[in-house]
């Protein structure tokens, strides 16, 4: 399951989304994301989830390294819809399994369950992309210059861009490395996935303590190795690559104002589109 987790991993290639502009595609997830939030029904939710498969196909990503991303947050999807389901109890009843406790379940937790599954996913789909055809040193340019003009108030931009960046590139190492010392530990003998779940977290606490110990370590060399090269983070500091908006990028940011545009319609002024909604609830 370790192995499973994706995020901050970089997929190098060629493809349409690669080629597009840190900057842009750091615009273009904020803008998605809130776009996901602002849905009020299926017809922009669906269309939303639909444009975000057709980026990961435009990304030739894997479809198998996308599903190992979703892998990890199968229990919260279902824990979610879940809930929804359970303190949801508008439309027609269904099902009443426990009606002695009240319980029962409606058209309307199904749906709101189904809706909120979709959006949790959709977020994770197109989100993920950002750092599967993004680099780190990109990400970071990206970061910076997005930020630049917090230094009007004397917020020191390339220290936070920076931070973000390493964090973001040490996720997979630190996956490897839990799962480095979870396998160490259990060539030891050491039981970690069967018991009580008291017992399973106690015996998490021989992997935590070695990967403390070496997260330390590594921050401190990459901290060595970045004073041994002069890195200051001062605003002086040149780049290999300069930043510039393309016609790709227009492109992108005008099939992203159309989806908006569709989204706020169906969302806030198409009223046909919501009685529909509220008829099938």
Not at 100 to 119: D, H, K
Not at 245 to 268: E, H, K, M, N, P
Request: a positive charge; aromatic letters at 12%; charged letters at 15%.
């Amino acid at each position: 399951m370790i192995k499973d987790i994706t995020l901050g991993q970089f997929f190098p290639g060629s493809s349409f989304i690669h080629k597009l502009d840190p900057r842009a595609k750091i615009v273009i997830t904020l803008c998605f994301i809130v776009a996901l939030f602002l849905c009020k029904n299926f017809f922009s939710l669906g269309l939303l989830f639909v444009s975000a498969l057709v980026a990961i196909a435009l990304s030739k990503i894997s479809f198998k390294v996308i599903l190992k991303g979703l892998k990890m947050i199968v229990i919260l999807v279902v824990f979610t819809g879940i809930l929804q389901i359970v303190y949801n109890d508008e439309g027609t009843v269904l099902w009443k399994p426990f009606e002695q406790f009240g319980f029962q379940i409606t058209t309307g937790g199904v749906f709101s369950a189904v809706f909120i599954i979709v959006r949790i996913i959709a977020l994770i789909l197109f989100s993920s992309l950002l750092t599967y055809t993004t680099s780190p040193t990109a990400l970071a340019d990206a970061i910076e210059r997005l930020l630049s003009p917090l230094k009007i108030f004397k917020v020191n931009v390339n220290s936070l861009s920076m931070m973000m960046t390493i964090a973001l590139r040490f996720i997979p190492t630190l996956i490897e490395e839990i799962d480095i010392i979870m396998s160490a530990q259990k060539a030891r003998g050491a039981d970690l996935e069967t018991g009580t779940l008291t017992q399973r977290a106690k015996a998490l606490v021989p992997v935590f303590i070695p990967l403390i110990v070496s997260s330390f370590r590594r921050a401190y060399e990459l901290a060595f190795a970045m004073e041994c090269r002069c890195y200051t983070g001062d605003n002086k500091r040149t780049r290999m690559k300069e930043m510039k908006l393309g016609i790709r990028d227009y492109i992108a940011f005008g099939v992203l104002l159309l989806l908006v545009a569709v989204v706020v319609y169906t969302s806030f002024f198409n009223t046909f589109s919501f009685f529909i909604f509220q008829q099938v609830i």
